[in-house]
């Protein structure tokens, strides 16, 4: 497999229940990132990686909670949602985290969610 | 805070050459990114710049001027595949991936 890949590509959960979305890439990337996508709203950045450790928490609310086990897996762990929180979730990896114009962001497909 | 503008809706005819602007006020500044979304697809990335002036990439092409907050993405011999959203991103100031996006742009192009 190439590029980034996320899983699962669709979700319907309940406010109560407890899931996770994976993401890997097989880029040798350094940097991972969580982006939201919502309807008529733009790209809002949620989490930063760089070599595994948490390098940004754009105020997301703690029923988000990511993991980074290593520079090629990115979880993000889904508890107690709200309905609000339905959107598309993607994924992103960068070269690193330096500060270079040439950062470019390589997107996964995405996981739909819904919450109900 | 940060301010990026871009249109939210431009059409154009196959063929043609559309011209997407993007205006932006952002507390850094580490590249103008230009990404195209397809409708259910991931963003991909086209195109950047991080000086002055234009980047053509075949049939795309990109200018800034930092001085101005002002970008756009020039398309040529457009296609009917080119429709779909542009986004218009500005990266972090300490890490450019870490980019403020836009609303989009949502470029049809009709026969």
């Known amino acids: 497999e190439t590029g980034v890949t996320q899983t699962p590509r669709h979700l319907v959960m309940g406010m109560t229940n407890k899931k996770s979305l994976k993401c890997e890439q097989h880029?040798?990337?350094?940097?991972m990132y969580w982006y939201k996508q919502s309807a008529k709203k733009p790209l809002e950045l949620m989490f930063v990686?760089?070599?595994?450790?948490?390098?940004e928490n754009n105020s997301v609310p703690s029923r988000f909670s990511p993991e980074c086990p290593n520079s090629s897996h990115l979880f993000l762990h889904l508890h107690t949602l709200q309905p609000e929180d339905s959107a598309l979730y993607l994924c992103?990896?960068?070269?690193?985290?330096?500060?270079?114009?040439?950062?470019?962001?390589?997107f996964g497909a995405g996981s739909r969610l819904t919450v109900l | 805070g940060q301010n990026i503008d871009q249109p939210t809706e431009m059409t154009a005819t196959e063929g043609a050459i559309v011209q997407i602007n993007c205006t932006y006020q952002?507390?850094?500044?580490?590249?103008l990114f230009w990404y195209q979304q397809h409708a259910g697809e991931a963003p991909t990335f086209l195109s950047y710049?991080?000086?002055?002036g234009l980047e053509e990439k075949g049939r795309f092409s990109s200018f800034l001027s930092r001085s101005k907050g002002y970008s756009y993405l020039l398309l040529k011999e457009l296609q009917m595949k080119d429709s779909a959203s542009y986004l218009c991103?500005?990266?972090?100031?300490?890490?450019?991936?870490?980019?403020?996006f836009g609303d989009g742009t949502t470029l049809t192009v009709k026969p």
């Open positions: 992103a990896s960068s070269q690193d985290g330096a500060a270079s114009g040439a950062n470019v962001l390589t």
């Open positions: 880029l040798g990337h350094n940097a």
């Open positions: 990686y760089n070599f595994k450790e948490q390098t």
């Open positions: 952002t507390s850094g500044f580490n590249g």
């Open positions: 710049n991080v000086l002055d």
């Open positions: 991103a500005v990266g972090g100031n300490t890490n450019a991936g870490k980019s403020t």
